[in-house]
């Protein structure tokens, strides 16, 4: 794989390599939300560093919740995180952000930002990061190249279609080769051809170390992947 | 709003230098009046001019004035005409002597000493330092100055709040980029920084927009001031200082908003976990 700065000489840009057994752990989380019921209950995992799950169950399980607060949008109603082997309650708010440069988070609904274009938005994780102009230039194009975007890196996400915004929001996901990798529905707006790439990018990336989580409907993918699942229903997580 | 600031700040500012150009104008001179004499038309004549040849007299002994010079009976026409008409009624009647005098400058003189003397030597004579009538006219401008500068701060805190609302309202639109940036892992102080750096710009382009319409705004009402009549508000050019002041509020609505900017992303940010 060549789209990835290697040298990761910026500042946040590469971390340690993750030195503990497992990258994530949920020891008895429960999330609700106000004062409602708890939409996640008594979830307990732990995932590997280097391993590749998928996330599956189905709508309304609360896939998407257990990957918030695992890329630290949400806080847990209850219960214990640890995220490269840091407990999340006690790290303090100004430490978050070099936790979350490890992370690379695919969303649902892309979130891409509007006024960049297609070049920009995959840099700007490189660019928050303090990567060099240089790095951006040589390796944004190439990953976008790789998801078949090469003719659109000066396009807006408003004249791509949901396909193609899907795989800008996939190369701004692991752009900066990140150790966790959190993807909510990744293939969802692709044909079975280019489903299969990007899981071969996200192979790949594991190959490379990367912990990769994917939450997926897609029976047929998670049947061909052969990878371990995590199954939520009702609430509760089955497996893992 | 920064033109309507602009315009409040450069009135207070043409305000404030045309009482001190009055000021400056009235404080180095005096005005000797002499009484016409009782008595016929010929004789009272004779009799006054006796007078102001001795009030000159007096006057140009006293130390601190640099001239003194008596008024022409065409020069006195001259300043009743605009109130009272016909020159060849003027002409017949009998006006009083007015001696102008002018002081050296940062000179200290006694007048109620100058006017006991004035007094003793001419009883008609009677000395008037227009302080009077300035004051009341300044008085008046004062408050009008006070006034224009109240304004100035209403649309000065109105400008505030605007830009504050405005860059504030641009913060809860861009709420969205906002949190995937924070999402990606940039801190508080780059997001702020980003937001800060565009809404500085927005500020400083629309603060130059207002200004830009400023200008000639003032620069009419300095053109139009020489023909205004009476001459008292002749000079309304807006001195060195006020075009600084008009010149910064560009720079101050960018700052406004630069700040306003930070703080709304960071009062966003400051509720996400």
Redesign the interface.
């Known amino acids: 794989m060549q789209f990835f700065p290697a040298g990761r000489g910026g500042r946040g840009l590469r971390r340690q390599p993750a030195d503990k057994t497992h990258v994530v752990q949920f020891q008895g989380v429960g999330v609700r939300y106000e004062h409602g019921p708890e939409i996640l209950q008594d979830i307990d995992f732990a995932l590997p560093a280097g391993s590749f799950h998928f996330l599956t169950g189905p709508s309304g399980a609360g896939k998407s919740s257990l990957l918030r607060i695992m890329y630290l949008a949400q806080r847990p109603s209850r219960g214990r995180i640890l995220l490269f082997g840091r407990d999340i309650a006690s790290t303090r708010r100004y430490e978050l952000p070099a936790l979350r440069r490890r992370i690379g988070v695919v969303f649902q609904d892309f979130r891409l930002l509007n006024h960049l274009s297609t070049l920009d938005n995959v840099a700007l994780p490189l660019r928050v990061a303090g990567a060099s102009e240089t790095d951006v230039q040589k390796f944004v194009p190439d990953l976008l190249a790789w998801v078949g975007l090469a003719d659109h890196l000066k396009s807006r996400p408003a004249v791509l279609s949901g396909g193609q915004q899907q795989r800008v929001a996939i190369a701004r996901a692991v752009i900066g080769r990140p150790d966790l990798l959190l993807a909510d529905e990744p293939t969802g707006n692709v044909d079975d051809e280019i489903a299969m790439r990007l899981m071969y990018l996200f192979e790949e990336l594991n190959k490379l170390g990367t912990t990769v989580v994917v939450a997926t409907h897609n029976e047929s993918l998670v049947a061909r992947m052969s990878r371990p699942q995590l199954r939520l229903e009702g609430g509760r997580l089955w497996g893992g | 709003m920064v033109f309507l600031s602009a315009i409040a700040l450069s009135g207070a500012f043409i305000l404030s230098g045309l009482i001190e150009r009055w000021d400056r104008d009235v404080s180095g001179t005096l005005t000797v009046e002499i009484a016409v004499a009782p008595g016929e038309a010929g004789e009272a004549a004779e009799k006054t001019r006796s007078d102001v040849a001795v009030v000159l007299r007096l006057l140009e002994a006293t130390p601190g004035v640099a001239k003194a010079h008596a008024l022409s009976q065409e020069q006195l026409v001259g300043l009743l005409a605009p109130w009272l008409g016909s020159t060849e009624l003027l002409n017949e009647l009998p006006l009083p002597a007015l001696i102008d005098v002018t002081l050296k400058p940062d000179t200290a003189i006694d007048l109620a000493d100058l006017g006991n003397r004035l007094t003793a030597a001419v009883p008609r004579a009677s000395l008037d330092d227009h302080r009077m009538w300035l004051a009341r006219l300044i008085g008046l401008s004062r408050g009008i100055e006070g006034l224009a500068i109240g304004i100035v701060l209403i649309i000065g805190i109105v400008t505030a709040s605007t830009v504050h609302y405005a860059t504030r309202s641009g913060m809860a639109v861009h709420r969205?980029?906002i949190?995937?940036?924070?999402?990606?892992?940039?801190?508080?102080a780059?997001i702020a920084r980003q937001f800060a750096r565009r809404a500085f710009l927005l500020g400083l382009k629309g603060g130059l927009y207002g200004l830009l319409i400023t200008v000639p705004a003032v620069g009419v009402i300095a053109y139009e001031a020489p023909a205004m009549q009476g001459g008292l508000l002749a000079d309304l050019s807006l001195p060195a200082v006020g075009w600084i002041a008009v010149l910064a509020l560009p720079v101050c609505a960018a700052l406004l908003s630069l700040v306003t900017a930070r703080a709304a992303v960071y009062r966003t940010l400051g509720r996400?976990?």
């Open positions: 969205d980029v949190e995937v940036m924070h999402m990606i892992g940039a801190t508080d780059y996400m976990p």
